[in-house]
């Protein structure tokens, strides 16, 4: 029996995992403290009445033999994807069919899975800093090969997000297939612009490309000109997939609730160059590796976009996103250089002049309580800035700002 030696090319362990270990060891050793955590993206808001109801509702069917549920579609219920179509992607001026809708267990687990569906030789570019879910994934299936001493793996392709560029990666230097894309973007909290999207798409459909396009985080996005959808942007049905979830949007985590959008029209080719579908690719995948996600589950989903539960929804979202402001603000006040917390619920600051974003971490634990995420976590040039979270409950989020403030040395 042998391993899949790739696992042992990765540089570290996974970010949030070692975020924990850290925050264990601290709390062991001062039983007294009271922790704070603003840095792992979960949830702390408790689910909307009437996804409960809803919820409650399916669990309640489960229970009598004539409303009874076993295997569900691999791809979901019609019903759910029809409510999606209707109330997120119609009002956006998208049209799109149940059949070009997967609904799975969280984006997490789609945008990994979905290199199930393609060649092992495509060159997958990623943004840098980046969800570590992206990066990683690729260098577990064999794309990544060995990395260098600042952790970039030479099979991928990465493009810088600094302050000096806005944030704003550059097309490739060279042809890449695979492009992953996160907006609102998860570590650096910034939005992308619809002419920003329509530079991707053009690139994507002069070489041949596939955008994964992570938007998890649309419905924090508040400014009227930034697209929630990377289908709003002319030609992306031809060159993009898209994944979202409900676990941001509508507390989730705890759910796994979240789908995937592969247009009929996205084609991909085989070694011989005749084009196949991805969505008839992926629809084999789900229905060979994957049973669906649970019926009740389902229910509460659909609850998310009723009237009622999307006005209980949109307020968890903006007590989040008032909560950025206070953090964004606060920072700001105190001479801090802050990035997103407007159209996301995250705040990207800059680290105090020559200290690591891991000892940043370690003296705001110390220090203040106070946990938040490493940049360099993210990737080679996420180190000098620090990752916080709006994922709080107010009272935590001002006494945070507020210890920080006593202790913080520019």
């Not at 695979?178 to 998860?186: A, K, R, S, V």
């Not at 969505?279 to 659909?302: E, H, I």
């Not at 989020?397 to 920080?404: D, G, H, L, T």
Request: proline letters at 5%; a neutral charge; charged letters at 20%.
């Amino acid at each position: 029996m042998r391993i899949n030696d790739n696992y042992l090319k990765l540089k570290a362990g996974y970010l949030f995992p070692e975020i924990g270990r850290r925050v264990s060891q601290f709390a062991v050793a001062n039983p007294e403290a009271k922790i704070i955590r603003l840095g792992i993206g979960d949830v702390t808001r408790p689910l909307a009445p009437k996804v409960i109801e809803a919820f409650r509702t399916g669990v309640d069917e489960l229970s009598q033999a004539k409303s009874f549920h076993g295997y569900g579609p691999e791809q979901g219920y019609s019903w759910l994807s029809e409510v999606v179509i209707d109330k997120a992607y119609r009002p956006l001026g998208v049209e799109l069919k149940t059949s070009e809708i997967f609904i799975s267990d969280g984006s997490k687990c789609d945008t990994a899975n979905i290199l199930d569906i393609f060649d092992l030789n495509n060159k997958a570019a990623i943004c840098d800093p980046v969800y570590p879910v992206y990066n990683d994934t690729n260098v577990m299936v064999g794309r990544g090969g060995e990395a260098d001493s600042r952790g970039y793996y030479k099979g991928i392709t990465y493009l810088p997000c600094t302050a000096e560029n806005n944030f704003t990666p550059a097309l490739p230097a060279s042809k890449v297939d695979l492009i992953y894309l996160c907006y609102p973007n998860n570590p650096t909290g910034t939005v992308a612009t619809r002419a920003q999207l329509q530079t991707w798409v053009d690139y994507a459909l002069a070489n041949e490309a596939v955008i994964l396009f992570d938007a998890a985080y649309e419905a924090f996005i508040r400014q009227a000109e930034i697209p929630h959808s990377i289908y709003e942007i002319p030609g992306a049905r031809q060159c993009a997939i898209e994944f979202r979830s409900f676990s941001k949007t509508a507390g989730f985590t705890g759910v796994r609730c979240g789908l995937t959008v592969i247009p009929a029209e996205l084609k991909g080719r085989t070694a011989a160059g005749d084009e196949i579908s991805l969505n008839q690719l992926w629809n084999r995948r789900q229905g060979t590796k994957f049973n669906g996600v649970s019926y009740p589950v389902q229910k509460a989903a659909a609850a998310v976009y009723s009237t009622e539960g999307w006005a209980q929804v949109t307020e968890t979202i903006d007590y989040y996103l008032e909560n950025a402001r206070l953090i964004r603000e606060g920072l700001t006040t105190m001479g801090i250089t802050c990035f997103g917390g407007v159209n996301s619920p995250y705040i990207w600051l800059k680290n105090p002049v020559g200290m690591s974003s891991w000892d940043l971490f370690d003296q705001l634990l110390a220090e203040c309580h106070v946990v938040g995420t490493p940049g360099s976590g993210f990737g080679p040039s996420g180190e000098g800035y620090f990752r916080l979270s709006a994922f709080g409950e107010r009272e935590n989020v001002k006494e945070a700002i507020s210890r920080i403030r006593t202790k913080w040395v520019a």
